[in-house]
């Protein structure tokens, strides 16, 4: 049973950093896939950075130069370090691994950025 579990976020400052990290309990976890998403209250869930199974990384522009999204493939872990955080960085994010035609999602961590 593929499990995702997302840990990491809190209360930070304006202008402070976090990392989060993805803990990914599936086989092959080097295959998948990974992204991340946010949402924030009440706006839809958007995806923010991916890291392929070869290493290719993508970032939306509203974290790009911000947020560095990698991975452990040893240790089955993805990881978002987020610098600069913006009050408009609050959301829930989660963590996603795809391969084919599945999709898997954690259940989130909060994050909340505020003085």
């Known amino acids: 049973q593929v499990q995702l579990v997302e840990s990491g976020g809190g209360l930070v400052q304006p202008g402070g950093s976090l990392r989060l990290s993805c803990a990914a309990s599936?086989?092959?976890?080097?295959?998948?896939?990974m992204r991340w998403y946010r949402q924030a209250p009440g706006k839809q869930r958007e995806w923010i950075a991916g890291?392929?199974?070869?290493?290719?990384?993508t970032y939306a522009d509203s974290v790009k130069g911000r947020f560095t999204i990698s991975r452990d493939n040893a240790q089955n872990t993805m990881y978002l370090q987020m610098n600069s955080l913006k009050p408009d960085d609050t959301a829930v994010y989660y963590c996603?691994?795809?391969?084919?035609?599945?999709?898997?999602w954690g259940q989130g961590t909060q994050v909340t950025v505020s003085s």
């Open positions: 996603r691994a795809d391969r084919a035609n599945y999709a898997y």
């Open positions: 599936i086989r092959q976890f080097s295959i998948y896939g």
């Open positions: 890291i392929s199974s070869g290493g290719t990384i």
